[in-house]
Each structure stands twice: as C-alpha cells, then as structure tokens.
C-alpha cells in the first residue's frame, strides 16, 4: 500500500476510531486479544496433529518434577505422566505443562510496542521462566498433596490459578524492564 493509500484509508475511518487506536490503553488491549486469538486458534487448528509431541511434553514435565523432587528426597517416583511423593501421586496432562500460560505471556509480549528482536527474546525467555515457575508449583502441590491433602484443591484450583497470573504479569514486568528500550 502506498502512503498515499494508507492516508487515504486513515482519512476513511471516524475520527473517534482514530483518536481511540492511538490511545495505547485501547490499542493494547485490544492488540492482546488479537494475539491471542490468532495464536489460540493456530494452536486450536493443529492440536490433534501435536498430540503426540504433546504428549512426551507431560513426560518431560513429569521427568523434571520428579528430578527438582529428588534433589531434595528419595521418596519420589515418576513412570510416563505420573510423578509421585510418598504415596501421593499427581498425573501431568496438557494443561499442567503451562502452555495456556505460554501463550497469554506471548500474546501480550507481541502486542507490546517492541522491536522484535526484544519480543522475540521476551518470548524465549519469559517461556522458559513460566515453565520453570510452573515445575515449582506442581512440586508444590505434591509437598500439600502428600502432607496435607485437604488443601490440595483449594491450591490446585485456587491459589495457584491466582499465582499463575501474578507470574505472567510479573515476567511481563520484567521483560520490560530488561529488555524493552525506552
């Protein structure tokens, strides 16, 4: 499109669009869910064909639990998904590997105005601390599971939810501050 073009298309839109897309506490937001959804549905349209890779993806998760566990016992086990701590036993499906997680830290780095090589980077590096976070809780509710089981739920289905969006802001804030320039 040629800049004649594009200033055609700008002049085209209401003035009220055009304030409201250069407003970045509209732009933002809005950009995130366009992110969002586009990588959402991408990794919707070839989830049946990553089952596998998936798959050795909640053996990998279960494998690292069970190695951060044995630095500090030996009463830890692991066989495929399954890790267990003393008799309580925790399988690892998709949805305790992070990727939910991976994918709303990238929607917002990408819609964030960076240049891409620090997006890019935010994306490696923020992935990598949201998984290693995410091995921590798991190795957590292993710790409540085992020794106080009655609030296991109350931690699976509560406060980690909670925590796992804290953490997303929080490598997001950091990304910023690191690596974003100003």
């Given at each position: ?36 959804f586009t990588i959402g549905s991408a990794f919707n349209a070839v989830l ?26 030996e009463l830890t086990t692991h066989r495929g998904n399954l890790v267990t ?98």
């Amino acid at each position: 499109m040629s800049n004649r073009e594009d200033n055609t298309a700008r002049a085209t839109l209401p003035a009220h669009l055009r304030a409201a897309w250069t407003n970045p506490q509209i732009r933002y937001p809005l950009l995130v869910l366009l992110y969002l959804f586009t990588i959402g549905s991408a990794f919707n349209a070839v989830l049946e064909d990553l089952r596998g890779p998936l798959q050795e993806l909640e053996k990998f998760t279960a494998a690292s639990v069970h190695i951060l566990l044995r630095i500090v016992t030996e009463l830890t086990t692991h066989r495929g998904n399954l890790v267990t701590l003393d008799g309580f036993a925790v399988s690892i499906i998709i949805e305790c590997v992070g990727l939910l997680e991976m994918l709303i830290y990238s929607a917002c780095v990408f819609a964030f105005p960076a240049p891409i090589r620090a997006r890019l980077i935010g994306v490696v590096l923020g992935c990598a601390a949201i998984f290693v976070f995410n091995l921590l809780r798991i190795v957590t509710l292993l710790v409540v599971g085992r020794h106080w089981s009655m609030y296991f739920d109350f931690f699976h289905i509560y406060f980690w939810q909670a925590t796992l969006i804290a953490m997303i802001v929080s490598v997001l804030y950091g990304w910023i501050k690191l690596f974003v320039p100003r």
